[in-house]
Every structure is written in C-alpha cells, then in structure tokens.
Nanobody, 124 residues
C-alpha cells in the first residue's frame, strides 16, 4: 500500500523560508505525478503546485508562483516544496498527494493517495 508522509512544517515568522518534504513508500514515487495542497482553517482545500513523474514539468497556482518551488528526487522517493517569503496567509495544513494522471492533480480531483498533512504557521 502506498503511503505519503509529510514533514518540515512548523512555526516561522513572516518572510522566512521552509522546505516541506513528502516521503513516498510502498511504490516508487516515479509512478506518480505529485502535488502539494493546503487547507487553512475555515477555507477550502487549495491546490498549490504539481510536478510530473520524472520532474520535467512543474505547475503552480498563481497564489504561490514565484515564492514556492516544487521538486522531486525519485532516487529518494521524496517530493519537496520550498517555500520562501512566507506570509501569515500561508498558514495552513499542507498536504502532498499522488496520482498517475497529472490532470487529476491540476483539477483537484479524486486523487489516489494523500498524506496526513503538516502544519505551517506563519506569524506576523
């Protein structure tokens, strides 16, 4: 069974950086396109970024373009989200997710696998 485990969240001040990691087990991560999402309290889940199976294609939501970078290391079965210039409005639980079809991620569809989430809190 495929599992995703996020790590790297925490409490930071505005302007700081964090790198989230998402470790994939049970199947090679290269099987999947991967995405990062977040959900703030009282808000709907928001898609942030996606990366193709071999890393050749990356996609970003306008809200994070230029500040967040998604990458992957399939040798380590890990996907990353580098977050720079964090703002208080970036406070949320961040989730990684996997699907064999990129469009499902980009359309925030019914993805095959979700992680449990990691909390990011940005103070002002």
């Amino acid at each position: 069974q495929v599992q995703l485990v996020e790590s790297g969240g925490g409490l930071v001040q505005a302007g700081a950086s964090l790198r989230l990691s998402c470790a994939c087990s049970g199947r090679a991560s290269s099987t999947y396109a991967m995405g990062w999402f977040r959900q703030a309290p009282g808000k709907e889940r928001e898609w942030l970024a996606a990366i193709s199976r071999l890393g050749g294609g990356t996609y970003y939501a306008d809200s994070v373009k230029g500040r967040f970078t998604i990458s992957r290391d399939n040798a380590k079965n890990t996907v990353y989200l580098q977050m720079n210039s964090l703002k208080p409005e970036d406070t949320a639980v961040y989730y990684c997710a996997a699907d064999r079809i990129m469009a499902t991620i980009l359309e925030s569809g019914n993805l095959e696998v979700w992680g449990q989430g990691t909390l990011v809190t940005v103070s002002s």
